[in-house]
């Protein structure tokens, strides 16, 4: 089952008549998006102590690659106070002149996150944030000071690899299916001014390994039932813990290996609810209720 909200389109902003404060996601496609249940529950919650946010609302949208300049454009018009971006939009938005990115998104090359100035949007990336705070909520690890395997080398994996290297871990190890993916997040986040050890290693030669590593998967291999174990875990030497940024499903075959072999072990839906906090703290500079977004996104994902 879908969250109830109805999906939008492009031509209903020509028509777009809700006069409080609007929010939204944007996706392509954007029907398994869980954000909207967990936003207006947390708004819900927070018009109960201010009564500002009782006319807040966020929506969705489904938003082709190619509309997206213009949608932005309307967006800004009709005065929506923040949006959020999923794929493919995180990539694309970041190139746009009408999006002022953040000096912290800049390395990352995509925002999730934009907020409405006077002067246009400006483009966060709250993903790293909530890689960071659930790891630390679900394995009790902070990226601080840690040996981290990360698997993959696509766009969620070079936001983990530049939150892992600003927040000091003690080295960096990537692993990726596909050599020549790897050597280029390799190359790209190497010039950022990083004291961190960083290397990237083949698959078949896990021996030089740290031992006691926390292991972080940003593949989407896991997805689909049949997907392979991005790594084999039996071939670490003792894995301080596993954190599998995919939540759907909840278990993937790699965190049940994980829990099979004793090793504390996570899936992404704490990142998902703590991008969400970071974001709604940006657009309406409140405190906000971190449960209710829980709360709302694990029951949206057990009504699935
Ligand atoms: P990309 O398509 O950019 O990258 C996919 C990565 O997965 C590549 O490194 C690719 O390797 C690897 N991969 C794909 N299939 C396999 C396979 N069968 N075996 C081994 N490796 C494989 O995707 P994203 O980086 O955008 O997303 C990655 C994952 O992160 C997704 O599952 C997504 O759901 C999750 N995510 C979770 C978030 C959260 O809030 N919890 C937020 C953002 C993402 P190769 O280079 O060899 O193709």
């Known amino acids: 089952m879908t969250s109830p909200e109805p999906i939008y389109t492009l031509a209903d902003l020509d028509t777009w008549s809700f006069s409080g404060t609007a929010l939204a996601v944007l996706g392509h496609p954007i029907k398994h998006s869980i954000s909207p249940p967990m936003h207006n529950a947390a708004l819900a919650q927070m018009a109960l102590n201010d009564r500002r946010f009782g006319s807040w609302k966020y929506f969705r949208f489904d938003i082709a690659p190619e509309d997206l300049p213009a949608a932005l454009k309307k967006f800004y018009v009709r005065r929506f106070k923040g949006l959020n971006l999923t794929v493919p939009h995180k990539i694309i938005a970041f190139g746009l002149p009408d999006v002022a990115v953040t000096p912290a998104a800049q390395p990352i090359g995509a925002v999730n996150t934009l907020l409405r100035t006077e002067h246009g949007w400006t483009g966060h990336n709250t993903d790293g944030y909530g890689l960071a705070t659930g790891i630390q909520e679900d394995l009790q690890r902070d990226l601080r000071g840690a040996d981290i395997v990360l698997l993959g080398a696509g766009g969620a994996a070079r936001g983990a690899a530049v939150e892992c290297l600003q927040r000091s871990c003690a080295s960096l190890t990537i692993l990726n299916r596909t050599p020549k993916a790897m050597d280029e997040l390799i190359e790209l986040i190497s010039t950022l001014d990083s004291k961190v050890p960083l290397r990237g290693i083949a698959l078949k030669d896990l021996s030089s390994v740290p031992a006691g590593a926390l292991v972080i998967n940003a593949t989407s291999a896991g997805l689909k039932p049949d997907d392979p174990l991005p790594v084999n875990l039996r071939s670490l030497v003792r ?66």
């Open 239 to 304: 894995p301080a813990g596993v954190y599998d940024m995919i939540y759907n499903p909840l278990e993937t075959p790699f965190l049940a290996q994980a829990r099979a072999l004793g090793i504390p072990a996570a899936n992404g839906l704490s990142m998902l609810v703590h991008q969400g906090v970071r974001a709604l703290e940006i657009w309406t500079n409140a405190t906000v209720p971190v449960e209710a977004m829980r709360d709302a996104v694990v029951k949206a994902m057990a009504a699935r």
